[in-house]
C-alpha cells in the first residue's frame, strides 16, 4: 500500500512540475511580466538614413545619387543630414520619384506633407527622428533630365541659415 501512495505522490509533482514549467500552472508574478522584445531598438543614424534612401531610391527606379556635400559649410550639422540627389530622364523621373516615395512609406515612412508649386514637387516624410524632405525639380531648359533630391535630416538638427531653406518645406 506504501508503495502505491509514493508512487501516485510522485506523479503528481512530475505533473505539477511539467505543467508549471509550460506555463499551464504558475505563480502571478510570472503571468503578469512582460515579454522582453527579442530585437533591441537600434538607433537610427545619418548612415541608416543614407542607407535606406539610397536602397529605395534605386529599387523605386531612380539612378544611382549623390550623397557629396562639397560646397556647404562645416560644421557638426553634417552629422545630421544625409543629402542624396540624383538626375533622372524626364521621361519617367516622376514615375520614379513617386515609386520612391512609396517605397519609403512600406518602410513605415509617414507623409508629414505634400504639395507642389510651379515645377517642384514636395514630399516631407517622418520616422523615428528623422525627416525626408523629396523633392523632384520638372523644370524644363536644362537638358534631358530632371533632378530628383532626397535629403534626410534629423529632428532638432541645427542647420545652417545658407542652406535651411533647402531642406525645409516653403508651405
Known amino acids: 500500500m506504501r508503495r502505491r501512495g509514493t508512487a501516485a505522490a510522485a506523479v503528481a ?4 512540475t511539467t505543467t508549471a514549467g509550460c506555463g499551464l500552472v504558475g505563480d502571478s508574478e510570472s503571468a503578469t511580466a512582460p515579454a522582453s522584445s527579442p530585437d533591441p531598438v537600434v538607433p537610427y543614424t545619418r548612415e541608416t538614413a543614407a542607407g535606406e534612401i539610397t536602397s529605395l531610391a534605386l529599387a523605386g527606379g531612380l539612378p544611382a545619387g549623390d ?3 562639397s560646397g556647404l559649410p562645416k560644421g557638426g550639422w553634417r552629422n545630421c ?5 540624383t538626375e533622372a530622364p524626364a521621361a519617367g523621373a516622376a514615375d ?3 515609386a520612391t516615395v512609396m517605397r519609403l512609406r512600406q518602410h513605415d515612412w509617414e507623409i508629414v506633407s ?7 514637387t514636395y514630399r516631407t ?3 523615428r527622428g528623422w525627416k525626408i524632405y523629396a523633392r523632384y525639380y520638372a523644370m524644363e531648359g536644362f537638358g534631358p533630365d530632371r533632378i530628383v533630391s532626397l535629403t ?3 529632428d532638432g538638427c541645427a542647420l545652417p541659415e545658407r542652406i535651411r531653406g533647402d531642406y525645409e ?3
Open 13 to 16: 509533482v512530475a505533473v505539477f
Open 67 to 69: 550623397m557629396a556635400m
Open 81 to 85: 543630414v544625409a543629402p542624396w540627389t
Open 96 to 98: 520614379a520619384f513617386e
Open 114 to 120: 505634400s504639395h507642389a508649386e510651379k515645377d517642384i
Open 125 to 127: 516624410l517622418a520616422k
Open 152 to 154: 534626410a535630416v534629423e
Open 169 to 171: 518645406d516653403p508651405a
